[in-house]
């Protein structure tokens, strides 16, 4: 029978390195085609892994896939009705229809059809796992036999391990029932890697309806010898280094078309010519070259091998760029840097360490992050990379820039209001603040001095702390080695979870140890909050209760620059210049917006 859900939500920290090819990248004689170079490399076409949700994979799937929705950087739901449409026809229980065009297509001229939804929901439900994945400190798989002998798909969503029952299918439409309501529903299943593929490769299945046929069987059934392979050729087969070696089997729904991958160094599109929906490709080819470093893009822009770039924003980068000639340099804001505090672990803002004292820990929490000079973090670290750097008062980004408004919207440290909170609490002598930070990075190594002497005026004495296991790793599992964490804070591709998950008592994702009556109050109402018009009041009120309760500081979003050719003349037999190229926020969860530059009426 399907099983309830049982699975909670792992942290999982990508290591992404740049491998080194030999192969050589595409010649600046490339009429039609466009070339990007970024910093992260892709790594899979699966969206349901860890790996195809890094941020390399991200910007490639954002182009080849299509389906029913996409996120926006508010995190609200932005639907394509012509691939299909998503309808909640009931709230109790919760019940929502997909509904498949016609016209929605495979590249290799596949129909998409219910079976690629049904597989999805096998493999991010879990009510096929029988077997659970081990991790080790740094999130790697350590139980990799066990998983490949038994049905281990090894991706239940938040979201999805709520639909519980087996979906019904009539003609080219899905239903899906939860067993609990679930605010995510608009985003929480897509169609992602073919069916009919993960048919041929796994059960041996030539013909492509066939295929798809007897994976929906092997679910339906649920026959474990053919789930096992099946959940194998998902979990591995669109990795990077797979799809090298046969990349006949990347197809794809999006305006787009895999065409060449060569692992850690570029990925190669071309025009997707089954692709119907609106915003075809604008380019023959489009090329992703992660290969190269800050000032090689800088190098190969000024040279004409490469239209667009997106290097890491440091003043190095944005003077090189100031001397490329005709070149169009952007500058924004990617996810926010924040100051998480540690509520847990016996340190300095737990309250086990005066005695139970809950008051006085809350006391000692606002002090210190009174202290924090946001203002002069943005003037003096980040403006000169980002002129309109502003402070970030929002203290849910994972949703949206904005989101939770300006609760905390005060930027210079209030010295003396922090004085009198810990006179007024009786805390006396230095506060010894541990604060998790990557100290590798110029841009929060300059922060952390300036929060370092800023909290010094009022008896804080902050330290850096150097990571054990790695910085994600003791992010999650050191809760007692830091008191603070100086973290950027992505989207999440279920943005109202990550709320949730974050910040209710006992959450999945709760690394602080928050606990607070009237954050979970707010976080169970949003859990619960099935109208998107609903949500903006739902999660005012979750900010709220953590500004109260002195939990989090955001500070500044971290800045990010992209540049192109501009108004520097193509030289002959070359792409033109790509026009209006917003900065690429690799923090988002979907990038499919980013590219409206490279389609048609995008």
């Known amino acids: 029978m399907f099983k309830g859900s049982r699975f909670g939500v792992v942290a999982l920290v990508a290591l992404l390195a740049v491998g080194g090819c030999t192969q050589e990248a595409p010649a600046p004689d490339r009429t039609g085609t466009a070339v990007v170079t970024v910093g992260m490399p892709f790594t899979s076409l699966n969206g349901g892994t860890a790996e195809g949700r890094a941020p390399g994979s991200t910007l490639v799937r954002s182009l080849v896939q299509a389906g029913f929705v996409s996120l926006d950087q508010d995190g609200a739901a932005v639907f394509d ?59 790697g798989i350590t139980n990799n036999d066990a998983l490949d002998a038994g049905v281990a798909f090894a991706a239940a969503s938040p979201a999805l391990v709520q639909a519980q029952q087996l979906p ?39 013909d492509p309806t066939e295929a798809a046929a007897a994976v929906t069987k092997a679910i339906v059934d649920e026959d474990k ?37 060569v692992p850690g160094e570029r990925v190669e599109l071309v025009r997707n010519d089954e692709y119907e929906g609106d915003g075809a490709a604008s380019y023959d080819r489009v ?12 190098e190969a822009l000024a040279a004409g091998s490469v239209d667009v770039v997106a290097p890491t924003d440091t003043r190095d980068v944005l003077d090189a760029l100031a001397d490329v000639t005709g070149a169009d340099v952007r500058t924004g804001g990617d996810s926010t840097l924040q100051l998480q505090v540690q509520a847990a672990g016996a340190g300095a803002f737990d309250p086990a360490t005066y005695g139970g004292d809950a008051a006085v820990a809350s006391a000692v929490r606002h002090a210190f992050l009174a202290t ?5 973090i943005v003037s003096s670290v980040v403006a000169p990379l980002w002129p309109e750097a502003v ?43 541990q604060v998790l930070v990557n100290t590798t990075d110029p841009l929060r190594a300059a922060m952390l001095a300036l929060i370092t002497e800023s909290a010094s005026a009022v008896g804080f004495e902050v330290e850096p702390y150097t990571p054990v296991d790695g910085l994600g790793p003791d992010l999650v599992g050191a809760p007692d080695a830091w008191d603070a964490a100086l973290v950027p804070v992505p989207q999440s591709d279920l ?22 009556p009237a954050t979970d109050a707010a976080a169970g109402t949003l859990a619960q909050t099935l109208d998107p018009d609903a949500v903006e009041d739902q999660l005012a009120a979750v900010a709220e209760s953590l500004d109260a309760g002195g939990a989090v500081l955001s500070l500044v979003r971290q800045p990010i620059a992209v540049a192109t050719r501009g108004s520097a003349a193509p030289t002959a037999g070359t792409t033109p210049a790509a026009p209006d190229v917003e900065p690429l926020a690799l923090g988002r969860a979907d990038l499919t917006d980013w590219w409206a530059w490279a389609r048609a009426d995008g």
Not at 94 to 115: E, K, N, R
Not at 238 to 256: C, E, I, N
Not at 287 to 298: F, G, Y
Request: cysteine-free.
């Open 372 to 376: 924090v000079p946001r203002d002069a």
């Open 495 to 516: 943005p109202l979870d990550s709320v949730v998950s974050r910040w209710r008592t006992g959450g999945a994702t709760n690394v602080t140890g928050w606990s607070d």
């Open 287 to 298: 090329v992703v070259r992660s290969d190269l470093e800050p000032l090689e893009q800088v």
């Open 391 to 433: 402070v970030a008062s929002a203290l849910l980004p994972t949703v949206g820039p904005d989101a939770g408004g300006d609760v905390a919207s005060s930027g210079p440290a209030d010295i003396a209001g922090a004085r009198r909170l810990l006179d007024d609490a009786g805390v006396a002598g230095p506060v010894t603040v």
């Open 168 to 206: 019904t299918v009539d003609g080219a439409t899905l239903t899906l029932v939860y067993a609990t309501p679930v605010p995510d529903w608009q985003v929480a299943l897509d169609v992602n890697v073919p069916a009919h593929v993960v048919g041929q490769t796994s059960l041996g299945v030539e």
């Open 225 to 261: 010898e053919a789930l096992s392979s099946i959940s194998a050729a998902w979990r591995t087969d669109f990795d990077a280094d797979a799809l090298a070696q046969h990349v006949d089997q990347a197809v794809s729904t999006g305006p787009y078309a895999v065409d060449v991958i």
């Open 81 to 139: 009705e012509t691939f299909g449409t998503v309808q909640k026809v009931s709230d109790s229980p919760l019940t929502v229809t997909y509904t498949i065009d016609p016209a929605a297509t495979w590249s290799d001229g596949t129909a998409v059809t219910p079976a690629d939804l049904l597989l999805e929901w096998a493999a991010r439900s879990g009510q096929l796992d029988d077997v659970t994945p081990e991790l080790d400190a740094q999130g």
